[in-house]
């Protein structure tokens, strides 16, 4: 019997939380996995020791990974971090109406959900195709850390192109990475608030990275300039463009 390791949030026993998790693996992974598979969560877990340990070793080992990414549970990215270094098969799913943060996007992530019966039969068949897809002598996968290591080795090279080429991918990533969060919108928080204090003042809070600045300027400075000198830009019909914490947001003002 093979292992299918089921990584996400879990929860107290007897939370909302806890019952979710129960749900997804009862109604959408554990009908989609193949006879020869079993699923295994880190509650579950039968043998006695480190619970810790164990869950890495089911990371570094399980032949498949599911991850359910719903809530953004920051153990869960650790935990993914882990079996993506491994370049192992894994599964991600999302919740409805949920997106994942721009860092492990590029990955096909399968929507779910336990209220909605037509989400929960295609998630399932989803699961399936993807492990037909991954077939029983599944390829290395690309992950953000195989990418990294790749172009580590091309900057270290002796070799001038292929430095330069890594210098090249590595320049575009973190171009790729930016634009792409100034397209996503933050829902885990609210807009910044901006207030006109006075004719050259601004009050600016960001409240994703907790940013709270009274922006001054001299007469004859626009409000533009004063924002671009302390780290913001703003965006004609987009949004207020943070630069600590790298995203567009929507304004809400106080003017009128």
Known sequence: MRTCFVIG????A????????????????????????????????PDPGMITSQVIQQLLDAPLVI???STHNPNVFYELAIRH???KPVIHLIG??????FDVSDFRAITIAIDDLEIVDRAKTDIANQLESIGDNPKPMQTPISVAK?????????NPSEKMMGQLVEDVSSLRAEVRSMRT????????????????????VCSRCGRHEVLRGSTGDSHTKIMEEHGWTLIPKAGLFCQKCH???VLETDDD
């Open 9 to 12: 949030p879990i929860g107290k």
């Open 14 to 45: 007897n939370s909302d939380t806890r019952k979710r998790s129960d749900q997804v693996l009862k109604y959408i992974i554990e009908p989609a996995l193949p006879k020869d598979y079993e699923a295994l969560r880190a509650d579950r877990m």
């Open 67 to 69: 991850a359910d990414l």
């Open 85 to 87: 270094a491994t370049r």
């Open 96 to 101: 409805k109406d949920e997106t994942i943060p």
């Open 150 to 158: 790749a172009i580590d080795l091309l900057k270290d090279s002796e």
């Open 185 to 204: 919108p933050d829902h885990g928080s609210r807009p910044p608030k901006v207030t006109k204090v006075g004719l050259m003042a601004l009050d600016l």
């Open 247 to 249: 995203l567009v947001h």
